[in-house]
């Protein structure tokens, strides 16, 4: 299963990015993915931000971010979506998309050594 992580990029404080995680695998493997979104800036540990169950049906946010970012699964397209709105400079980082196996629970997907499959980063940067 490969990733491919885009949508970065500079924006002003406010400002708004929609990063794309695109799956390389058969649309009935991507179903079954559990997918989540962490981000990592200079000298931090990767951090979870944001995931969504394999069903689609239960989605979960760090509290920065609640109310700000939005996540979505497109089947069809075998691609999962992170809207950010109302960006923050602290928002910025490297962000990265996983993919657990049938994940589900919270408890399981806010965890990075739970995924199995990881994109490459793609950079945010949010400037005051």
């Known amino acids: 299963v490969q990733l491919q992580a885009s949508g970065g990029g500079l924006v002003q404080a406010g400002g708004s990015l929609r990063l794309s995680c695109a799956c390389g695998?058969?649309?009935?493997?991507?179903?079954?993915?559990?997918m989540g979104w962490f981000r990592q800036s200079p000298g931090k540990e990767r951090e979870f931000v944001s995931a969504?169950?394999?069903?689609?049906?239960?989605?979960y946010y760090t509290d920065s971010v609640k109310g700000r970012f939005t996540i979505s699964k497109d089947n069809a397209k075998n691609t999962v979506f992170l809207q950010m709105n109302n960006l923050k400079p602290e928002d910025t980082a490297v962000y990265y998309c996983?993919?657990?196996?049938?994940?589900?629970?919270?408890?399981?997907?806010?965890?990075?050594?739970?995924?199995?499959?990881w994109g490459q980063g793609t950079l945010v940067t949010v400037s005051s």
């Open positions: 695998a058969s649309g009935k493997i991507f179903s079954n993915l559990g």
């Open positions: 969504i169950s394999w069903s689609g049906g239960s989605t």
């Open positions: 996983g993919a657990d196996i049938l994940g589900a629970a919270y408890s399981t997907l806010k965890e990075a050594d739970n995924y199995d499959y």
